[in-house]
């Protein structure tokens, strides 16, 4: 009898225990889950709208309203595509440019009007630092990528301008005489779909 009080005694010790644990996780997961907001799915549309964390939102590239936000309100705000570049996988997210901004990663909002349909975070050929324009900015941008281990544009291709399948320096010359001389527009085969065989290959950058 004495044994088997000791195990009852024992039991409601590891069942207790065991509540302890249970209850504590459940506390800590409360604690760490991120914040819940309308995530709007469709572009004036109220109808396909969850409450989602934001990055599971980002996952089904809707547009998050913020935290405690109410799905009734879907549709008026005033929003665009958001492209994201992060270790070098391009996602795009239709939202604010205040919330753009806040997005890990090199971020573009592409204005109010834009969407994230099929070339929506495809930059013009030559708009290597992806402003939305071919500028001497680029220019510059093309010498330091390949002169000064400058950081990598929006999409590589975008810098082969004379469209050979290399980086060099011709494609900064090119990219001048194209905004200064009126000479031929920028090429870059690997910005058209139809080159799937594409390769561009920058062996003229020893930086890593
Ligand atoms: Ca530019
Ligand atoms: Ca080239």
Redesign the pocket.
Known sequence: MQIKNHNSVLLTSVLLVGLLLISTTALYADDTRAPLGACCMGMDTQDQCLYLEEDECIMFEGFWLGEDSNCDDCGTEDYGACCIKLNDNITCLMTTPEICATQLGWTVFRGYDTDCQEGGCI??C??????????I??VL?SISLIYKCGPRPFMEETADVDGNGYISILDALYLIVAIYRDGPDPICPGLQPTRCDYQLITTTRDCE
Do not use: E, I
């Not at 030559?126 to 500028?135: A, H, T």
């Open positions: 930059p013009d030559g708009d290597l630092n992806f402003d939305g324009g071919v500028n900015l680029d941008y």
